[in-house]
């Protein structure tokens, strides 16, 4: 092998170490995902958006595919895919139905990945196998009524009552709030010592003393199930604590930085989604003797969709590529989630322009694709928080 010297270092000429190709693995991933999305989901998804109606038989058939054990290791029953795989997936999931995606993302990203980092030996044995398996669902219970943004204003209590913790308190805006059977919840047990008081729990919904709330309407994601979940003098074993005593803050932080990749994923889906049935619609939509793609106005925002869609993809990549390779990954998670969301309400408003009329109404996707979009801005952070997130480490540089 030929070896050069540049500037003092030795390089072996024409090796790269960046590379845009995807594996066999990886393309089987994406091409399984969006095969199950427009032949199965695309049928009924909007008859389920109209009606709010929770998408129980996708779920299964997802879970069946192995989306929802994709980022757990095969020693706890999951399919142990890289994360590059897990947003190609997640963004054809997206592009079809997105209530599908969050359900899937809330469970691997923060669920059930956050047991198998953080967790015990035993807590990942207990709990890992059913949900890597999709036979249980993981929900993620940070956000209350007084700690969206600001999450580490706790008001949920865990008091240490010696062999377990005592919950009290009411989390909000729950994503599978009613069909999880395993919790992550996060509580304030010192409340003297602020975000280092918050523990973190796995706690089984079925647990005396859980009520859950009234289905929320929503504008958009209407079948993903989403309620708040309140908490009655709920005994949580000490055994169901994850990690040390005042961990649940901090761990909240880490899991959100990789939840943040999927959502980006979710957005870049919704965005392409809308794209392609722009693209699909501008070649056949006659307008002035021509299809409107050979009219300017429409052929560049179709070329401005595009650019968008692909600088997303790059960044998403990239972020699910540091994790994959133990690298730090919170700051472009969260370049990656505000850009990924902004071109998703883009490119969905410009898909609905495209559309006219048509683009109004529900039977042609795109504006239940705009409303959708709209929520990736909102939750696992919103854009406001994340540009918190990037200027603090900015200053911090
Ligand atoms: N990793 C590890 N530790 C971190 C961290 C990270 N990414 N971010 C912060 N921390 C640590 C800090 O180092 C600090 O620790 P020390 O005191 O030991 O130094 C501690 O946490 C507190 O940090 P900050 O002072 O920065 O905390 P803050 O109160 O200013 O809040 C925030 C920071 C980024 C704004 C945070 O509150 C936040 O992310 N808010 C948004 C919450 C959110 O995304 N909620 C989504 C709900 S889940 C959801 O939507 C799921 C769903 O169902 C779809």
């Keep these: 092998m030929t070896i050069v010297i540049l500037f003092g270092q030795t390089f072996k000429p024409k090796t790269t170490r960046?590379?845009?190709?995807?594996?066999?693995?990886?393309?089987?991933?994406?091409k399984t995902a969006r095969d199950y999305a427009q032949r199965e989901l695309k049928k009924d998804v909007i008859e389920r958006d109209t009606n709010a109606e929770y998408p129980t038989q996708h779920v299964k058939n997802v879970a069946e595919l192995g989306f929802f054990g994709i980022l757990t290791s095969p020693d706890f029953g999951g399919v142990g895919m890289d994360n590059i795989s897990y947003v190609l997936a997640l963004e054809e999931i997206s592009k079809v139905d997105s209530s599908v995606a969050v359900i899937m993302a809330v469970h691997n990203s923060l669920a059930c990945y956050g047991i198998e980092k953080y967790g015990n030996d035993e807590q990942k044995e207990k709990y890992l196998p059913g949900l890597a398996s999709g036979e249980?669902?993981?929900?993620?219970?940070?956000?209350?009524?007084?700690?969206?943004?600001?999450?580490?204003?706790?008001?949920?209590?865990?008091?240490d009552k010696g062999d377990y913790y005592l919950l009290n308190g009411?989390?909000?805006?729950?994503?599978?709030?009613?069909?999880?059977?395993?919790?992550?919840?996060?509580?304030?047990?010192?409340?003297?010592?602020?975000?280092?008081?918050?523990?973190?729990?796995?706690?089984?919904?079925?647990?005396?003393?859980?009520s859950i709330g009234p289905h929320e309407d929503k504008m958009g994601m209407r079948s993903s199930d989403t309620h708040s979940v309140m908490f009655t003098d709920v005994k949580v074993p000490k055994e169901n604590r994850i990690g040390d005593d005042g961990f649940g803050f901090k761990l909240a932080m880490k899991l959100l930085e990789g939840g943040r990749i999927g959502i980006a994923a979710q957005a870049l889906g919704i965005a392409a989604g809308a794209y392609e049935l722009s693209v699909k619609y501008a070649k056949e939509r006659k307008a002035f003797g021509t299809e409107i793609i050979n009219h300017q106005a429409i052929a560049f925002k179709l070329a401005e969709m595009a650019t968008g869609i692909e600088t997303a993809r790059i960044l998403i990549h990239k972020a699910a590529w540091l994790k994959d390779?133990?690298?730090?990954?919170?700051?472009?998670?969260?370049?990656?989630?505000?850009?990924?969301?902004?071109?998703?309400?883009?490119?969905?408003?410009?898909?609905?322009?495209?559309?006219?009329?048509?683009g109004y109404v529900k039977e042609y996707h795109v504006e239940r694709l705009m409303r959708e979009a709209k929520l990736t801005q909102i939750y696992e952070g919103t854009s406001e928080i994340q540009k918190m997130v990037i200027s603090r480490a900015i200053a911090k540089e």
């Design 170 to 210: 009411v989390k909000n805006w729950i994503t599978s709030a009613n069909t999880a059977s395993t919790y992550l919840v996060m509580a304030q047990t010192h409340p003297d010592k602020g975000h280092k008081g918050i523990n973190a729990f796995v706690v089984d919904r079925n647990t005396e003393g859980i």
């Design 18 to 30: 960046m590379n845009f190709e995807y594996t066999e693995e990886q393309l089987m991933v994406q």
């Design 325 to 358: 390779n133990n690298q730090p990954y919170g700051t472009i998670s969260a370049m990656a989630k505000l850009y990924a969301t902004d071109v998703a309400m883009k490119v969905t408003t410009e898909a609905v322009q495209i559309h006219g009329g048509y």
């Design 136 to 159: 249980k669902i993981g929900a993620f219970l940070l956000s209350e009524p007084e700690a969206g943004s600001d999450a580490s204003f706790q008001k949920t209590t865990a008091e």
